[in-house]
């Protein structure tokens, strides 16, 4: 079954209707006719499957008739930051932690970052990677699109900081010191709804300067294993954890 | 520090020599001089710190100083069955699964498998994956090297269950139905050293004949969270899991 995000607050029974880029998508590119079912997130984030009432000129009439209960949704919200990485990478990041469940990004240049983003070129860069982040949100059948901001300093993502209720260094150092418990213990004390920030350097890893100001935030520094992983796969190792975790393990 | 396999066994001061594309790779694109130390893997998995005595005309002459003791191996086998998915998705999926820690791939022509292999193109693509996997075990430092065998069909991939202690289906509709207890139960038997085999379906899924011949065979059938994981992305999350399981929280 089709998923579309509506940008409305949907209930029961209402009709509503579909226009723009997911109006093309239902009437040209599937060809979708009156009786079919989609399913819908809306604005608030809940799903339901709703049926086509109507496919009309430049919109799709649909009548929401079954709400979904289950949530597809992570228990507590994790937020990547990820030092700008070379080429194309972040684009294999936020497509694949949008899977994996990640709550939200923070891409930021980090000392090490060898790829920079001109100003002028942010937000086109920006809405590159929340339309990869909604198009996989879609096709892992989630309810939350995760929101991408850039952060254009290590200071400006350090201010960040106080919104998190947890917030950890992925540190390549810790994994060749056999560092095992700091992720397990920061896991084991969370409870549902809390928010945690884990950043992960570039491919040159986070400079001595950035350890330093991590040290004195009281940032606590976890290894992921017992290998080296690129700077593109160490946060889907960490939401697959995390999912391992409080999906399976714990069953929130 | 540069990381090189040999198929030779090492001893701790015994000079050896290194030829071929590595030689090729140290002398030409590294540069080395006398005196630089790289770590060496032998054929034998053990791991050393070796010192270059001298770069010759078609070999490099090396003398082993340290035996790195840690092992960064996962401390049981995973094999990753992939029904062939489209593209080069099997390039990322050998990639990044090698960097978390697979043992061996076995990737077979599942019923809905849109690609096909050419019986005369096998030798080219495996050969193409096996390199792929050693240089991704080079990247993230491991000592062992995946192997990667074609199975050329699905009762292949099923003659060989037998070599393993533990069998799963990474099943699509177990996540829907919020199957969250096979995968933990299956890791909290594992013992170190054990083998675990896990098929994945390509895009479309595996079969519903595929999905009985596995329950006649007793294949447990497990869900990996909550939300739909491309055929990609779900070999991923499972050695995610297996790495937090084994390595961070039992720590064996």
């Known amino acids: 079954m089709q998923r579309y995000f509506t940008n409305e607050k949907l209930s029961l029974f209402e009709p509503f209707f579909i226009s723009g880029d997911d109006f093309h998508h239902m009437s040209r590119v599937m060809r979708m006719k009156s009786g079919e079912k989609v399913y819908i ?8 499957i709703a049926e086509v009432i109507e496919i009309g000129e430049s919109a799709v009439k649909l009548r929401p008739q079954e709400r979904i209960e289950k949530s597809p949704e992570l228990p507590v919200q994790i937020t ?4 700008l990485p070379k080429g194309d990478k972040l684009d294999l990041i936020v497509q694949k932690a949008t899977e994996l469940g990640a709550f939200s990004f923070l891409p ?4 090490r970052s060898i790829s920079k983003w001109e100003t002028k070129k942010v937000r086109k860069k920006i809405e590159r990677l929340e339309k990869i982040a909604k198009e996989a949100a879609e096709q892992s059948h989630r ?6 901001t850039f952060c254009e300093s290590f200071a400006a993502l350090m201010n960040r900081f106080a919104e998190f209720d947890y917030v950890l260094l992925a540190y390549e150092e810790s994994a060749r010191s056999n560092e095992t418990k700091t992720l397990v213990a920061t896991f084991e004390k969370m409870k549902p709804g809390e928010k945690l920030l884990v ?3 570039p491919e040159g890893g986070v400079s001595d300067k950035e350890v330093t100001l991590l040290t004195q935030a009281n940032v606590l520094f976890a290894g992921l294993g017992s290998r080296i992983l690129r700077t593109e ?3 889907l190792y960490f939401l697959a954890a995390a999912s391992y975790f409080f999906e399976l393990e714990k069953s929130f």
């Open 143 to 148: 309810t939350h699109i995760p929101t991408i």
């Open 233 to 235: 796969t160490a946060p």
């Open 199 to 201: 950043i992960f350097g």
């Open 41 to 48: 997130v809306d604005k608030e984030e809940n799903a339901f």
């Open 108 to 111: 930021f240049p980090a000392e």
């Open 80 to 83: 990547i930051a990820s030092g």
